[in-house]
């Protein structure tokens, strides 16, 4: 029998995270299921020069905030959801695969579109390497 009891939700930030979490959260209230709400904060990688750290610093700050308004919407929603930030360099997508990994996760509930066009042309759709390279079932969460 197919259960699911853990719930992988990664956030960008974008306009369309509401509806990610929505799903997500309604997904766990039906399953009983826990949900952990993952922002990875992608560093570009370096091309000859050492990155900055403060434009690290700045979006971990970022990625802090993002976390707090998914947290926020979920708890609004009645769920208590863990919260993780990840610092990777590169395609988020491949972190998240590997956090789902080490979750265990059931389930990751994604969303299909992200900050923005040129950032996907640059590194590849992070919902596409989701999908085909997670360990477990992906719901992708589209735009209305």
């Excluded at 992200?114 to 589209?142: D, F, Q, T, Y």
């Amino acid at each position: 029998m197919f259960s699911i009891k853990k719930i992988l939700v990664p956030v960008d930030g974008s306009e369309y995270m509401d509806r990610t979490i929505r799903m997500a959260c309604m997904l766990a209230k039906l399953l009983g299921a826990e949900v952990t709400i993952l922002h990875v904060v992608a560093i570009p990688q370096p091309t000859g020069m050492e990155a900055l750290p403060e434009a690290s610093k700045r979006l971990e700050e970022v990625g802090n905030k993002i976390l707090e308004e998914a947290k926020v919407m979920a708890e609004d929603l009645g769920i208590s959801p863990k919260m993780e930030m990840d610092i990777s360099v590169g395609n988020p997508g491949t972190r998240i695969v590997k956090r789902a990994e080490e979750l265990k996760a059931d389930l990751i509930v994604i969303g299909a579109k992200g900050r923005g066009r040129l950032r996907e042309i640059l590194m590849g759709s992070v919902a596409n390497a989701v999908v085909n390279n997670a360990p477990c079932p992906v719901l992708v969460v589209r735009p209305p």
